[in-house]
């Protein structure tokens, strides 16, 4: 019996004891857990640095995603899915932003990859005075082409790119602008292509702050042709090739496009010869007097004698001469 006494009386002691032991163990594990939870994240380097995902680049999505340039971007995107977003360094130390859906993948990078060069192609005629950043937005089908364009129906279905802003007094700084490629600009543009039609829109973003609504066609997007194919290496011919082919059959235009021609079928022919038009003044005169004449005739809407009197200040020559010369210099390049 004494012998079974002590036995109990063992494993009593022991069971006590693994009692204490479990509830001391409990204790030290809370304890430990809650000074881990008080300790600053500063102090816990390796516990992050075990994660899998990159903290860097989350951090620089959710920067992407708080730019405020995106705010009405987003509105027009989310319907039609998930969102993507490149950031891109540019001009003045800035950075712009290339934005889409994933189907868009290959057009968001062709166009991150041209956006530094199209800045400093752009700032390199206009100059520095102007943001030297940019939205670049590729959409995924008609209808968020035309939402992000603000055009409703009224936007061609041949229309490959367009930019936009907020309605603005002239003078003062735009703002809501950004570019944005139709669903297909990909597929019916190659990479050159790409680059000068983002070379062209982001012409007009740097200059719309100079620029009033209804200020000569001829002057306004031939100004943005004339950024978007110089210093490339295109000639005559790759730029203008309908008008060389009616120079050569002795069909010289009479005169500086009208308006009414940079839509329908005359367009064409019409954005080629308004880059014609700058492409001659830059030639005969210097690109400065072309930046200053651009200035100058897109601050209003011009008739035929603001537009004699401007180019008589600018560069010293009436209309009426300036047209002949253009004409004379078309036949010269297409002969």
């Not at 100059?127 to 939205?135: D, I």
């Not at 035929?304 to 009426?320: A, F, K, Y």
Request: hydrophobic letters at 45%; one cysteine or more.
């Amino acid at each position: 019996m004494s012998s079974l006494r002590q036995a109990r009386a063992w494993l009593f002691v022991r069971r006590r004891f693994q009692f204490v032991a479990t509830v001391a163990m409990v204790a030290v594990l809370t304890g430990t857990c809650a000074a881990l939870l008080m300790v600053p994240n500063s102090v816990l380097p390796k516990l992050r640095a075990a994660q899998p995902t990159s903290i860097g680049s989350l951090a620089r999505a959710a920067a992407a995603d708080d730019d405020p340039r995106l705010t009405a971007v987003r509105r027009s995107l989310e319907p039609f899915g998930q969102i993507v977003t490149e950031r891109v360094p540019t001009g003045n130390s800035q950075e712009s932003l290339v934005v889409g859906h994933p189907a868009q993948r290959a057009e968001i990078d062709t166009l991150a990859a041209e956006l530094g060069a199209a800045t400093t192609a752009v700032t390199g005629v206009w100059g520095p005075g102007w943001a030297q950043s940019a939205v670049v937005v590729v959409s995924s089908n008609p209808s968020e082409f035309a939402a992000l364009v603000r055009a409703g129906a009224t936007m061609p279905a041949d229309v490959a790119a367009a930019s936009v802003a907020d309605p603005f007094v002239p003078g003062t700084q735009p703002t809501g602008q950004r570019v944005v490629f139709s669903s297909d600009a990909g597929r019916r543009l190659d990479a050159d292509g790409l680059r000068t039609l983002l070379r062209h829109e982001l012409t007009h973003v740097a200059t719309r702050a100079q620029t009033v609504d209804g200020a000569p066609q001829w002057m306004v997007e031939g100004f943005a042709e004339f950024i978007a194919h110089r210093g490339q290496g295109h000639h005559f011919t790759d730029i203008a090739p309908t008008v060389a082919t009616r120079v050569r059959a002795g069909d010289i235009p009479r005169d500086l496009p009208a308006d009414a021609e940079f839509s329908g079928t005359a367009a064409v022919a019409a954005y080629e010869q308004a880059w014609s038009v700058c492409a001659f003044v830059a030639d005969k005169f210097d690109e400065p007097r072309l930046v200053e004449l651009y200035r100058r005739i897109a601050a209003g809407k011009q008739d035929l004698g603001s537009e004699d009197r401007i180019m008589r200040e600018v560069l010293g020559t009436s209309r009426g001469d300036l047209v002949a010369d253009w004409r004379g210099w078309l036949s010269a390049r297409t002969a």
